[in-house]
């Protein structure tokens, strides 16, 4: 091909294969694959709920979507569960991060710290959260305390585990070498050791946000008689599996509000790896 040729070929943006080569590589066609895969799932769903699955068990998304705007959303008791749980599940997290990252950083910023104190904190960890339900409800009793505590507990140990494994791989010459040349406590911590620990922390806060939801929510299904998870179970319980579905989407959706805002935040931090 002449240098012509290339020349009028990029002037019209080239072959075809090489202009969808170029949108699709970009982020409007990063966007549209995103979004032709979930309508193709939601088709697949659609055909195999109408055509194969028992409508008992898998009902259409169709009538998913019906009963979340005709049942779901039309209740105010469950709508009202909808709000109490968002603010609940942002106040255990809220409280998972202040936590979990000042223990972190008390744990994680010497090695004496970490060789007396991590394996407790990992001994504690593997505890399984849900046996120690009964005794949040007891100390909390069964309002919201119970339900905020229990997403805490869910939520402050992938946070606090991430931040001290990010600062446990911090180079130690580059703090020795912060210090030799002056640095406060401050600088140390936000030029040489948050840069190096960001992915470690925003890992441990994808963790910690999924497990704050979950504990908000086992606390619900056991604990509550008005809320969120409590309506999950009632429908579970009624085999009436459209507005259950409904309840599992609107779950689905504040879990995704809240990774995307966790995303927003590591890019917000994390622009110097760019």
């Known amino acids: 091909m002449s240098i012509a040729d290339n020349t009028t070929m990029s002037r019209h943006g080239g072959s075809p294969l090489q202009r969808a080569s170029a949108f699709f590589g970009g982020p409007r066609g990063i966007v549209w694959a995103r979004l032709s895969l979930i309508v193709l799932a939601a088709v697949v769903l659609e055909l195999y709920a109408r055509l194969l699955a028992n409508p008992t068990f898998f009902p259409p998304l169709t009538e998913v979507a019906q009963s979340l705007f005709d049942t779901v959303l039309a209740d105010a008791k469950i709508r009202t569960a909808v709000l109490n749980a968002i603010w609940q599940i942002t106040i255990a997290y809220g409280l998972s991060i202040a936590v979990g990252l000042a223990l972190g950083l008390a744990v994680g910023w010497t090695s004496f710290g970490r060789r007396s104190t991590f394996p407790i904190i990992l001994l504690l960890y593997a505890i399984p959260q849900v046996v120690l339900l009964p005794l949040f409800v007891l100390v909390f009793g069964l309002g919201a305390g119970s339900k905020i505590a229990f997403g805490f507990s869910h939520g402050v140990f992938p946070i606090l585990v991430n931040v001290v494994a990010g600062m446990r791989n911090v180079n130690q010459l580059y703090i020795r070498g912060a210090q030799s040349m002056g640095a406060s406590r401050i600088d140390l911590f936000r030029h040489v050791i948050f840069p190096h620990m960001v992915p470690s922390f925003f ?72």
């Open 203 to 274: 890992a441990g806060l994808r963790l910690g946000m999924t497990m704050t939801l979950l504990g908000v929510i086992l606390a619900e299904l056991y604990v509550s008689t008005q809320g969120i998870g409590y309506y999950t179970k009632v429908f579970a319980e009624t085999m009436d599996p459209a507005p259950l579905y409904a309840i599992i989407f609107l779950l689905a959706v504040i879990a995704i509000t809240f990774n995307e805002i966790v995303r927003i935040a590591e890019r917000r931090f994390t622009r110097w790896k760019a």
